[in-house]
């Protein structure tokens, strides 16, 4: 599958030969610096853009066919980096409700959706809260309480905590990890190093191929071409790569400071 932009008479590719397969409950991280192509991917995903050749099916269904495109949209929900950008209601609980509410369902079914949604990000009690009156990460959660209200099978992030503080961005990784643990799909796009390890598998994509598919350890280890992909260890994987150096254990796992000093103790 690829894809190009076209610009007047010029053609300029942005996804290039990529043949992926993504199952169910995989926590999927896609790396790759500005410009790889990483958020043309999350648009061909679910149809908000279709291949210029090859084919993007999901649960079998084609994102060129017209009559399934709303089928595939229940099915992959995508929350992209600026919450505000989604969100759409005056509190927090009708913002939630109303992807629900466009499919028709019954108001007992919507209520239990958005109960379940609000609780599985943490926002509970603030069901009357003013989005605007949230946290930057509040926010983010919002908009992922939003996603999760449709029950879809895929969860496509694009940057989502780009635009986050530290604490913002620790209680979205948090969600994210919680839902891939309940059995969703996660494709969470980033270009941090270090929010990719909470992943199970990582893909980097580079002039818009995809030049690695592995485990997120194995790409800590290929050291010598994360500089060619554009891609930088965060300080934190940085101090865990010199304390392997100086012969002290840290699991190539360990993403956080708690994680480090969890090992620096043992």
């Given at each position: ?127 009357r809260r003013e989005p605007h009156l949230l946290s930057g990460g509040q926010k983010q959660r919002l908009a992922i309480a939003g996603a999760l209200a449709m029950q879809p099978h895929w969860l496509v992030l694009d940057e989502p905590t780009s635009m986050l503080d530290p604490v913002g961005r620790v209680e979205v990784l948090d969600v994210l990890e919680a839902v891939a643990d309940s059995g969703r799909s996660v494709i969470h796009v980033t270009h941090d190093l270090s929010e990719a390890m909470r ?68």
């Open positions: 599958m690829s894809h190009s932009y076209t610009t007047g008479a010029h053609s300029v590719p942005a996804v290039r030969d990529v043949s992926l397969d993504i199952g169910p409950a995989e926590y999927v991280a896609v790396l790759g610096a500005n410009g790889s192509g990483k958020s043309t991917l999350v648009r061909l995903i679910n149809g908000l853009l279709l291949p210029s050749s090859g084919e993007i099916t999901v649960n079998g269904i084609g994102t060129h066919d017209e009559a399934g495109i709303g089928t595939i949209r229940e099915s992959v929900s995508v929350v992209f980096q600026n919450p505000d950008d989604q969100i759409v209601a005056t509190s927090v609980e009708d913002d939630v409700a109303f992807g629900p509410e466009n499919l028709g369902l019954a108001r007992d079914v919507i209520r239990e959706r958005v109960a379940w949604a609000l609780e599985s990000v943490g926002l509970c009690g603030l069901e992943a199970s598998r990582a893909l980097v994509m580079h002039e818009g191929c995809i030049v690695f598919d592995g485990s997120p350890g194995d790409l800590l280890c290929a050291t010598d071409r994360l500089e060619s992909w554009s891609l930088e260890l965060s300080p934190l994987l940085t101090l865990a790569e010199e304390l392997r150096d100086h012969g002290i254990v840290v699991p190539r796992a360990a993403s956080t400071p708690a994680a480090i000093v969890e090992a620096l103790c043992r």
